[in-house]
């Protein structure tokens, strides 16, 4: 009797996880925090927001926030995949170079590079690179940063977790036929609507092509969608081409903006932030990210 009171308690042993965070913004790790389903079911080892570890150790799955711009960034990276069981690529950053990505420009880049007095700071890679282009990727969880949901849906079952389509389907606003605009109004101009597709209301939202599991909160909002959780299954293995006369298509059947304005503001700084990186995911220079990995 004494030996079993005294006999140590079992306890169950969670799965273990770390966010490896590169050069980006921590927009990713502080959706995360927001979530708390998984508080219960995991075992948090690493991650530099709200831990000091020193290193990343090893875990079931790694979490990989912000995209490849440093020497630093490679090293911690590819240490970091060797003691995982599982990695995802986390926001637009680590797939498609995000905010950072603004630094390939050739003028942006020369300017870094001419600095003669930087001291203590990591060299600049010649350019912003996602992190598939150094290591294997379980799964893709774009978005800028993922919502609360998709990290779940990461986390806990991915292959159970079924996203939306499109942003479209998720956004609820009712489509009018008889509603054209002849313009776009511009970003946030004009007064907003909110039970009516933004489109007939001449915004440019690209949520029709955009991948869904957002639950749509800038359009839902009076926000257009710039894409950032990237293009629909429909387009996630084709070229750039396609998903931009895809979206043509769509303006072109819901207003009379002419063909012209529409090319242009498809071309402006508003989206190229996001939708130019739809065609990352087509391969290019490496072979294209299947849908099946991608949340």
Not at 123 to 130: A, E, F, I, Q, V
Not at 146 to 155: I, K, S
Not at 178 to 199: N, R, T, W, Y
């Amino acid at each position: 009797m004494t030996e079993e009171k005294n006999a140590p308690k079992e306890h169950s042993v969670l799965p273990r996880f770390a966010v490896l965070q590169l050069s980006g913004c921590a927009g990713c790790e502080v959706s995360l925090l927001n979530a708390h389903e998984w508080v219960e079911k995991f075992e948090l080892t690493y991650m530099p927001l709200v831990s000091s570890a020193y290193d990343v150790p090893e875990v079931d799955i790694l979490l990989i926030s912000g995209g490849v711009r440093t020497d630093e960034d490679v090293y911690h990276l590819q240490s970091a995949v060797k003691k995982a069981q599982r990695v995802v690529a986390v926001g637009t950053c680590a797939l498609s170079g995000g905010v950072a990505n603004l630094g390939n420009r050739d003028e942006v880049r020369q300017l870094f590079l001419m600095e003669q007095h930087r001291r203590h700071v990591p060299r600049l890679l010649p350019k912003s690179r996602p992190v598939d282009d150094f290591v294997p990727i379980d799964l893709y969880l774009p978005g800028c940063p993922p919502t609360p949901e998709l990290f779940m849906g990461a986390l806990l079952d991915p292959q159970g977790y079924q996203a939306s389509l499109t942003v479209c389907q998720e956004c609820g606003r009712k489509k009018l036929k008889d509603m054209k605009p002849d313009h776009l109004l511009g970003f946030q101009k004009g007064a907003v609507d909110s039970e009516i597709c933004l489109i007939n209301q001449g915004y440019l939202c690209v949520g029709t092509s955009t991948r869904g599991g957002c639950r749509a909160p800038c359009t839902r909002a009076g926000h257009p969608c710039v894409g950032c959780r990237g293009p629909s299954n429909v387009l996630i293995e084709k070229g750039s081409q396609a998903w931009l006369d895809t979206i043509q298509r769509v303006f072109h059947s819901m207003t009379n903006v002419p063909e012209k304005e529409l090319h242009d503001e498809l071309l402006s700084p508003q989206l190229a932030l996001f939708l130019f990186q739809f065609s990352d995911y087509d391969g290019g220079d490496r072979p294209p990210r299947p849908k099946e990995k991608v949340l």
